[in-house]
């Protein structure tokens, strides 16, 4: 069975600044991985994806994800933040056989003036 | 193009009631699955549905069913309902029903048990 671990409940950063949400996960098939957003009181919406090729993805609104199979890991990061992406993010996999989503416990991105 | 739609919004139940929750995909996509999200945590897998058919069921009791229509919209029903119902269910659409195929999310129908 596939399990995400999201390493900080939450992420307090100032404008500007840099950040990078941590995202692990365990799974003893190959997976796609996933990450959303998830703004007050709407839906989840996908910021980009890993399915093959480039362990480097980019995605919307300037952010960017790493695939590292020998860590498990696939952590999101963005070098500038704004107080626009004050949000709760999630980490998610799935595998290749329907697409279920198994998603982490999500990370609170504050970004503070 | 609309995205996914969801209805009613917001929905206050008493325990012991029954509750229908509603999902147009998007068009073109012929997958439907539904997630349940209690607050602080994120969304659990509840049901797949691609074309018509279950693809996938998650750790829910039988209280929990649904079902996809002819044409790709999907009811959620849960029957004698407990207050741990409580949260939000949202409903994700697909191209196809594969592992490689993003969901895309409607914005929830938020369920109060009282």
């Known amino acids: 069975a596939q399990s995400v671990t999201q390493l900080d409940s939450q992420v307090p950063v100032f404008e500007e600044a840099p950040v990078e949400l941590r995202c692990n996960y365990s799974?003893?098939?190959?997976?796609?991985l996933f990450w959303y957003v998830q703004y007050p009181n709407q839906g989840l919406q996908l910021l980009l994806k890993?399915?093959?090729?480039?362990?480097l993805v980019k995605g919307i609104n300037g952010f960017e994800a790493e695939f590292n199979k020998s860590q498990t890991s696939f952590h999101l990061r963005k070098p500038s933040v704004h107080i626009s992406d004050t949000a709760e993010y999630f980490c998610a996999v799935s595998r290749e056989y329907g697409n279920k989503l198994v998603f982490g416990a999500g990370t609170i991105l504050r970004v503070k003036s | 193009d609309a995205g996914v739609t969801q209805s009613p919004t917001h929905l206050i139940k008493t325990r012991g009631q029954q509750v229908t929750l509603r999902c147009s995909p998007i068009s073109g996509h012929k997958s439907v699955s539904w997630y349940q999200q209690v607050l602080g945590q994120g969304p659990q897998f509840i049901f797949q549905y691609y074309e018509k058919e279950e693809r996938g069921r998650g750790n829910f009791p039988d209280r929990f069913s649904a079902r996809q229509f002819p044409n790709y919209s999907s009811e959620l029903n849960v029957n004698a309902l407990l207050l741990g119902d409580s949260a939000l269910y949202l409903c994700?659409?697909?191209?196809?029903?594969?592992?490689?195929?993003?969901?895309?999310f409607g914005n929830g129908t938020r369920l109060t048990v009282t």
């Open positions: 890993y399915l093959s090729g480039s362990t």
């Open positions: 799974s003893s098939v190959s997976v796609y």
């Open positions: 994700a659409s697909s191209l196809r029903g594969g592992g490689r195929s993003p969901l895309h």
